[in-house]
């Protein structure tokens, strides 16, 4: 079965990334990334677009530039904003938390703390990251007529409502 709008692909991969080539993240065969092929698959676009046509058992390798990755890195996103922001999570260096700005949800990672404010980053980690990925299809079928309505998969793994 060939990757397409609608299918439930499950992926194995290794991404790496910045100055190193460090393991930025990876999925293991036997514990794969499960997702609704689509527009809207939660994935970078240049890894929705690259899988398309392929089926399992294929093997890509594949360089994922900002621009089709999590977008370039913007300096105004670095902010100072106030630590009660945070509400009740913990407020360090190098935390990823999470907060509400204009009714969205925003991820920060915290720079530095100075007395009642954070200087935070509101760039997406990997933002500006040129992407190494290896992928293996692990398995490719037809979403069920709930999963296409819910917009997700509902597999064994990853499926909370
Ligand atoms: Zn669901």
Known sequence: MTIDDGKVVSIAYVVRGGDDDEVIDAAEVAEPLEYLHGPHSGLIPGLVTRLAGHVTGDHLSMVIT????????D????????VRRFGDQ???????LRFEQGGRAETATVLAIQGDYATVDLNHPLAGL???FEVDVVNVREATPEELEHGHPHGAHGHHH
């Open 66 to 73: 900002p621009d089709e990755g999590y977008g370039a890195r």
């Open 75 to 82: 300096e105004a996103k670095v902010r100072r904003i106030p």
């Open 130 to 132: 040129e992407l190494k």
């Open 90 to 96: 913990k407020v360090r260096v190098g935390a990823l």
